[in-house]
């Protein structure tokens, strides 16, 4: 059989990014904040923000476009909402610093809403909205981006992908946790694919003309990715308009890039200032009994009968719950072999020199 996926320990993914990230000059708890973010997004299944990320934060940080040292500092704040200058510090610090605050605030007075400017990538959106379903509270957190984003296949991408997540408790544990980018899909998405030499489906990209393409290497060298919805015919512009509302919320709100003035994805020449929201929102101040309405509402949604009983009806979360339960089967992550040869490759051929990461068995197709 051919093998082609690699299985690792979540233990030995987030140490392994934790070494390279220290080994580049990052603080061990800011390395560790970052691991649990990567680590976490690929245990759900989004292999397009976890240990496929990891080369870009090692080179924010070598580089010194990102910074090693500080922390994140409240500038301004009211009893319900503040604004963090982030420090240029790793996404996820910034990230963590700001839901802490705004589950802090939801405790006191109901709801808490912290904005960041400074900040840097920070993983998947879900990582955070799902802190705040700890404390049975509703969450939502969004963040700009880099633009490779081409709004009805016009020539210029204006804007990222701009995600949304929101989460919300119900009974025994379940929940609602919706993990989104505004465009098609995420950009990672197609840089996976080009690692693995494998096409991307039409609807996902275009090329530097502005045409729909399958090809994942013409969307990353001068394309761009469509909105959700694709084109104005079918409801591109809603995706667009989400778009722009992350915007509003992150780079227009906290004071930081926005739109075109953000740097060009993965080009360093001058720091990122991304910014981003972060909403905690305590439901015991509104109607009573919100977990047992929210817990009908998902039985509702998955007893529907499908159209193809292959395919039951989910709702948000379900799919990264079945990736994570699938984890815990097999014992580890399943990464794609040229992923993890990536990785190590990106990890050598920058002096990291770090212990390899460890490949518990190869799985086959």
Known sequence: LFLYRCLISQAEVQAFIERCMVAVGTKPHHAHSLAEVLVEGDHRGHYSHGLNRM???VKD????????DGEPVVEKESAATALVDGKNLLGPVVGNFCMNLAIKKAKEVGI???VAHGSNHYGIAGYYAMQALKKNMINIVCKNLSPPDAVDFCLQCTLGTNPISVAAPA?????FVLDMATSAVALGKIELHERRKDPIPEGWGCDPQGKLTTDPKKVLTGGGLVPIGGNEDTGGYKGYGLGMMVEVFCGILAGAQYSKHIRTWKVTDRVANLGQ??????PEMFAPGFSDRMSDLLSIQRNMEPADPNLPVL???DTERMNMKKCEELGGISYHINVVNYMVRAERGGAVHTPLLPCDRLLSS
């Open 55 to 57: 080369d870009m934060y």
């Open 61 to 68: 940080i070598r580089s010194g476009i990102c910074a090693k």
């Open 112 to 114: 808490g809403w912290v």
């Open 171 to 175: 009974n025994d544990g379940d929940s």
């Open 277 to 282: 929201c972060f909403v905690a929102i305590n």
């Open 315 to 317: 709702a948000a979360g």
